[in-house]
């Protein structure tokens, strides 16, 4: 597709439950990031992976979160035994590297994830 | 480590005036990037701008300009003759070579009054 593309768009789910939420990136681009947003604050960085290199996890909150990325594409974030605090949008973005310089990341429209 | 700072939480404009958006970063590293968004209401992320370490021209698009100074650590945002449309919150964002992900600040929202 032409932009990063995230589904569900819209995701409410019972506390303890286990959520997976789908990141399609731009095709071509190498770098895919994880990032959440909880409502009126910042993003905070969850994870991070280019090509084949180990991906950066350092922003994953505890060991219920955890992720994949298949083929070098489609990314798959997992959230296990959720929690209330987990309630936020869920941002995806991909970017690529030219010449080995970072380019700018586009963003997909979010998953916005209710725990009751 | 890396940091962005956008120290104004909150920015209220009345059309047509000229508004500057901060943005203090701290990096060890000699490479990085710095980049602006933007977060209309729908939510949506949209990429305004990037600019390397060792690229200090300013730059302007339009109503938008960029102020990119090492000697202070800063990338400050400044739009001219506002807008309504310009209200959003705005994210200056932080990548280091060593490690890719972007680091963002806090953002500034920005409200635009007719």
């Known amino acids: 597709g032409a932009g990063v593309s995230q589904s569900p768009s819209n995701k409410v789910t019972e506390k303890g439950k286990d959520v997976e939420l789908r990141c399609d990136p731009i095709?071509?681009?190498?770098?895919l990031y994880w990032y959440r947003q909880s409502l009126g604050q910042g993003l905070e960085f969850l994870i991070y992976?280019?090509?084949?290199?180990?991906?950066?996890k350092s922003g994953l909150p505890s060991d219920r979160f955890s992720a994949e990325r298949t083929g070098g594409s489609v990314s798959t974030l997992t959230i296990q035994r959720t929690q209330q605090e987990d309630s936020a949008v869920y941002l995806c973005?991909?970017?690529?590297?030219?010449?080995?310089?970072?380019?700018?990341?586009?963003f997909g429209q979010g998953t916005r994830l209710t725990v009751v | 480590a890396q940091k962005v700072t956008q120290a104004q939480t909150e920015i209220s404009v009345v059309e047509k005036e000229d508004v500057t958006l901060d943005c203090v970063y701290e990096?060890?590293?000699?490479?990085?990037?710095l980049f602006w968004y933007k977060q209309p209401p729908s939510g949506e992320l949209v990429f305004l701008i990037r600019?390397?370490?060792?690229?200090?021209q300013n730059e302007i698009s339009g109503r938008y300009s960029w102020n990119f100074q090492k000697s202070t650590s800063s990338f400050n945002f400044t739009i001219t003759a506002s807008q309504v449309v310009d209200s959003a919150v705005y994210f200056c964002?932080?990548?280091?070579?060593?490690?890719?992900?972007?680091?963002f600040g806090k953002g500034t929202s920005l409200l635009v009054t007719p």
């Open positions: 973005a991909s970017s690529s590297l030219t010449g080995g310089r970072v380019t700018e990341a586009f």
């Open positions: 095709s071509g681009h190498t770098a």
């Open positions: 992976f280019q090509g084949n290199s180990a991906p950066d």
């Open positions: 990096t060890r590293d000699t490479t990085y990037y």
């Open positions: 600019r390397n370490s060792f690229d200090e």
């Open positions: 964002a932080l990548s280091v070579n060593s490690g890719y992900a972007l680091n």
